[in-house]
């Protein structure tokens, strides 16, 4: 299976809250990443967390690890038609920054 | 201002051909990379220099050939140009080897017929 596996799509409503769920194989990661990427656009880090930590909060963005699991979300409250991208979830390890990407789900915003 | 910034955007060619994709920063970064996304959607390291030098290099061919004239840039270089290589070619740079955001450039898609 994949290294970071995280579901395609995912269509809400404007205004309610979208959930993005990932989850990885690897126990030694140390830091975990959302990134977006908006069409035509490059991949740009939204937020990180760092493996000691189970949650972080950042305006209507919050990240929650479950390391037992390996699973990864990220809530976006009061989703905006602005929000519709693909998000990609990430880890890498200590030592080694460079992430391991999911193929990343399309957020689909729709009035 | 662009920060991390590739040309072409869009590169169609035939296979056999020799064709480059440029990549340039401007935020004074020391690390550049480059990655591969195919038309599965799984984005895959290729290559990383830091201050001109390659110290990553993943299970590429080597008809790819990244070169880094000098720290702000980072070019790569496919020979002899194969179907398998369609494919968007993310550039990315961070501020050193060890730092954990990355700053993607807009992506080249290439096109092999």
């Known amino acids: 299976g994949e290294d970071v596996e995280q579901s395609l799509f995912l269509s809400v409503r404007e205004g309610d809250s979208s959930v993005i769920n990932c989850t990885y194989t690897d126990s030694s990661s140390t830091y975990l990443y959302w990134y977006k990427q908006e069409p035509g656009a490059g991949l740009q880090l939204l937020t990180y967390i760092f493996s000691n930590m189970d949650m972080k909060q950042d305006q209507r963005l919050t990240v929650l690890l479950n390391k037992k699991d390996k699973h990864l979300s990220l809530r976006i409250a009061d989703t905006q038609t602005g929000d519709s991208a693909i998000y990609f979830c990430?880890?890498?390890?200590?030592?080694?920054?460079?992430?391991?990407f999911g193929r990343g789900t399309s957020l689909i915003v729709h009035p | 201002d662009t920060a991390v910034s590739q040309t072409p955007k869009y590169l169609v060619t035939q296979m056999g051909n020799d064709k480059s994709i440029k990549c340039e920063q401007n935020?004074?970064?020391?690390?550049m990379y480059w990655y591969k996304q195919d038309s599965k959607k799984f984005l895959k390291i290729m290559f990383s220099y830091n201050n001109k030098e390659l110290i990553i290099n993943e299970t590429v061919p080597n008809r790819f050939s990244p070169k880094s004239p000098d720290k702000a840039h980072l070019n790569l270089h496919i020979n002899s140009l194969e179907l398998g290589d369609s494919a968007v070619y993310f550039c990315?740079?961070?501020?050193?080897?060890?730092?954990?955001?990355?700053?993607f450039g807009p992506g080249t898609r290439l096109t092999v017929t």
């Open positions: 990315a740079s961070s501020q050193q080897v060890s730092s954990y955001e990355q700053y």
């Open positions: 990430a880890e890498s390890k200590g030592g080694s920054y460079i992430p391991t």
């Open positions: 935020l004074g970064h020391d690390t």
